[in-house]
């Protein structure tokens, strides 16, 4: 999971308002192709990132090459267009959809576990606090 920039092309929708948003690097990406719409600018901006992140997310599990980000200059764009960055990272949207609890059996001397119960202690709550601390997450 990792972070990424892409530019996307924000087409204004003369008919009904709003942005038609699209990347032009995934064009060529077989089954992910990568497109949204929003009410206005603002909105388009979050369906977008939203549907990058999650594209990426997929493409990672599924083990599908990401392909370069292109250069926004190098975008050639119709007239009224706007060619903006959108950034994502896909290490939130693993911790969403993987989220899930699971079960961990682990060995602690009898005395521990007895004085951790006296004091009501959550051990999963610091085996998790301890494991995202050792691997430095947060």
Known sequence: MAKYV?????EPDREVGGYCVYFPDFDDVSTHAVATQGDDFKHAMEMAEDALCLTLYDMEKQ?????????PSDIAAKPGDIVNLVACDTKFYKQYFEGKSVKVNVTLPLWL??????????F??????GVKEYLQIQ
């Open 113 to 122: 576990k007895e004085e951790g119960e006296k004091k009501h202690v959550n």
């Open 63 to 71: 083990g599908v090459e990401v392909p370069a980000a292109s250069n």
């Open 124 to 129: 999963s709550q610091i085996l998790q606090n």
């Open 6 to 10: 892409f530019p996307a092309i924000f």
